[in-house]
């Protein structure tokens, strides 16, 4: 039976690059396993314009989906998450 | 000689404007450039950073020929062991800071915390600098290379030449690159201006600049010269005593004037406020309008107290490396690069092993043991 995926937010606005990248990555390292069977994705919300760029690569590169939103306060979230295995 | 001065501070600050929208729509980091090439093996910014450095090369060598701007721009002097020592504490530094001395002024536009932590460092480090310059002047000129200023005056071969010879390697890799589509990324940000059409447009406010103040792109003696005004409020005997505030290096012809205006780190508005100030001016007002017509603009906040530290180190190392050198790494690679000086090409080669070590370092703070 299919569960909703549990919900990680990360807020690292205010962060820049590389920071914001290195930040994003551990947390996607420490969640790989979680990540991959599908049952949690990460929320990343950004406000460095180089990291919506630069986000979603990596976790391309990983692997993982990654949708990107611009919020109406004006930052960004990137969703990172995985089909179920 | 009033008109020209408001002539002239009129169009730097209109350049700045544009370069500071400009920055900020196509995130044009050139502390990312270098630190990327490390840290994730990407060499994407470099490749608009080359076009920038070949188009300016060309545009300043045409203005050379028509006789518009001196080549040799004023400030370039001889290439020293300090110019090599500057790049590495310079890479370092931008690393640390999360952006080189532009890359500071248009994220503060955009209203990042951390950029202005980073500025606050790079003006007390250049407060500090000032009291060991004296010392630093005779060793530099035991430690130069050659009096020759650029490549063209070391090997006696025209401007021109090396202008087309670049245009010919430089064309023709930035071609390959245009075919195979790498000179473009993919970004999902409002607003997003590729980089290689900020490379173009960037090249262009460079000859503006240099056409209108006799100079590309420079901002770091400012700094300088507001140390020297806090210090003066407390110290002001202090001031006067120190050699770096008194020398007056600079001699800038005004347009439409038969005086010239001369300039120096000292505490007074003279011809290096009248470069540098509506430059600076414009730049953060101009990423700030780019940011708040994009609806972004926000007072960033919440960083680990680490990262904080590490901007304000940066900004210290940032201030340091280019009073060594001297010049910051936009004059360099935008201004100094382009006209072949050798001191920006030493500058460069310290960049790359001190953006290393940054990335390294950058890694450790925000990885700690995790870091591979």
Same mark, same amino acid.
């Given at each position: 039976?299919?569960?909703?995926?549990?919900?990680?937010?990360?807020?690292?606005?205010?962060?820049?690059?590389?920071?914001?990248?290195?930040?994003?990555?551990?947390?996607?390292?420490? #969640? &790989?396993?979680?990540?991959?069977?599908?049952?949690?994705? +990460?929320?990343? %919300?950004?406000?460095?314009?180089?990291? /919506? @760029?630069?986000?979603? #690569? &990596?976790?391309?590169?990983?692997?993982?989906?990654?949708? +990107?939103?611009? %919020?109406?306060?004006?930052?960004?979230? /990137? @969703?990172?998450?995985?089909? &179920?295995? | 000689?009033?008109?020209?001065?408001?002539?002239?501070?009129?169009?730097?600050?209109?350049?700045g404007?544009?370069?500071?929208f400009?920055?900020?729509?196509?995130?044009?980091?050139?502390?990312?450039?270098?630190?990327?090439?490390?840290?994730?093996?990407?060499?994407?910014?470099?490749?608009?950073?080359?076009?920038?450095?070949?188009?300016?090369?060309?545009?300043?060598?045409?203005?050379?020929?028509?006789?518009?701007?001196?080549?040799?721009?004023?400030?370039?002097?001889?290439?020293?062991?300090?110019?090599?020592?500057?790049?590495?504490?310079?890479?370092?530094?931008?690393?640390?800071?999360?952006?080189?001395?532009?890359?500071?002024?248009?994220?503060?536009?955009?209203?990042?915390?951390?950029?202005?932590?980073?500025?606050?460092?790079?003006?007390?480090?250049?407060?500090?600098?000032?009291?060991?310059?004296?010392?630093?002047?005779?060793?530099?000129?035991?430690?130069?290379?050659?009096r020759?200023?650029?490549?063209?005056?070391?090997?006696?071969?025209?401007?021109?030449?090396?202008?087309?010879?670049?245009?010919?390697?430089?064309?023709?890799?930035?071609?390959r690159?245009?075919?195979?589509g790498?000179?473009r990324?993919?970004?999902?940000?409002?607003?997003?201006?590729?980089?290689?059409?900020?490379a173009?447009?960037?090249?262009?406010?460079?000859?503006?600049?240099?056409?209108?103040a006799?100079?590309?792109?420079?901002?770091?003696?400012?700094?300088?010269?507001?140390?020297?005004?806090?210090?003066?409020?407390?110290?002001?005997?202090?001031?006067?005593?120190?050699?770096?505030?008194?020398?007056?290096?600079v001699?800038?012809?005004?347009?439409?004037?038969?005086?010239?205006?001369?300039?120096?780190?000292?505490?007074?508005?003279?011809?290096?406020?009248?470069?540098?100030?509506?430059?600076?001016?414009?730049?953060?007002?101009?990423?700030?309008?780019?940011?708040?017509?994009?609806?972004?603009?926000?007072?960033?906040?919440?960083?680990?107290?680490?990262?904080?530290?590490?901007?304000?180190?940066?900004?210290?190392?940032?201030?340091?490396?280019?009073?060594?050198?001297?010049?910051?790494?936009?004059?360099h690679?935008?201004?100094?690069?382009?006209?072949?000086?050798?001191q920006?090409?030493?500058?460069?080669?310290?960049l790359?092993?001190?953006?290393?070590?940054?990335g390294?370092?950058?890694?450790?703070?925000?990885?700690?043991?995790?870091?591979?």
């Amino acid at each position: 039976m299919m569960t909703a995926p549990e919900e990680t937010v990360l807020d690292i606005r205010g962060q820049v690059c590389p920071s914001s990248l290195l930040t994003t990555l551990k947390v996607l390292n420490q #969640n &790989a396993e979680s990540l991959r069977r599908g049952s949690i994705r +990460v929320r990343v %919300l950004t406000d460095s314009r180089d990291a /919506v @760029v630069t986000i979603p #690569n &990596a976790a391309l590169n990983m692997g993982f989906k990654a949708q +990107v939103e611009k %919020l109406p306060e004006g930052h960004y979230e /990137v @969703v990172i998450s995985h089909e &179920a295995d | 000689m009033t008109l020209s001065v408001i002539f002239v501070a009129t169009a730097l600050l209109l350049v700045g404007l544009a370069a500071g929208f400009i920055l900020h729509r196509s995130d044009f980091c050139m502390a990312g450039a270098f630190r990327d090439l490390f840290l994730f093996r990407s060499t994407f910014m470099l490749r608009p950073l080359l076009l920038l450095v070949i188009v300016a090369a060309v545009l300043f060598e045409i203005e050379r020929q028509i006789g518009l701007v001196r080549s040799p721009f004023p400030f370039f002097g001889a290439p020293t062991l300090f110019s090599l020592i500057g790049g590495i504490l310079f890479g370092l530094g931008m690393v640390l800071s999360g952006g080189c001395v532009i890359g500071i002024l248009y994220k503060l536009g955009g209203g990042s915390r951390l950029a202005l932590i980073a500025l606050v460092g790079m003006v007390l480090g250049s407060g500090l600098y000032a009291e060991m310059h004296q010392y630093v002047v005779p060793l530099a000129r035991k430690l130069t290379f050659t009096r020759s200023i650029t490549l063209p005056q070391l090997t006696g071969v025209s401007p021109l030449w090396w202008v087309l010879g670049s245009l010919l390697f430089g064309g023709s890799l930035l071609w390959r690159w245009q075919q195979s589509g790498q000179l473009r990324r993919t970004s999902l940000v409002a607003g997003y201006l590729q980089p290689w059409r900020a490379a173009l447009l960037l090249a262009v406010l460079l000859a503006v600049s240099a056409a209108v103040a006799g100079v590309p792109f420079g901002v770091t003696t400012s700094y300088l010269k507001w140390m020297a005004w806090i210090e003066q409020l407390w110290f002001p005997a202090h001031v006067a005593s120190l050699p770096i505030y008194n020398a007056q290096p600079v001699q800038m012809s005004l347009p439409f004037a038969a005086d010239t205006l001369s300039g120096g780190a000292g505490p007074s508005f003279d011809a290096v406020a009248l470069m540098q100030f509506p430059l600076i001016g414009g730049i953060i007002l101009g990423a700030a309008f780019s940011s708040w017509r994009l609806r972004e603009w926000s007072w960033h906040g919440q960083v680990p107290f680490s990262q904080m530290m590490a901007a304000f180190a940066g900004g210290l190392l940032m201030a340091f490396g280019s009073r060594l050198t001297p010049g910051c790494n936009v004059w360099h690679l935008w201004g100094g690069l382009p006209i072949f000086a050798l001191q920006s090409i030493l500058f460069v080669v310290g960049l790359l092993p001190g953006a290393w070590l940054g990335g390294r370092v950058v890694s450790w703070i925000v990885l700690g043991k995790e870091m591979k």
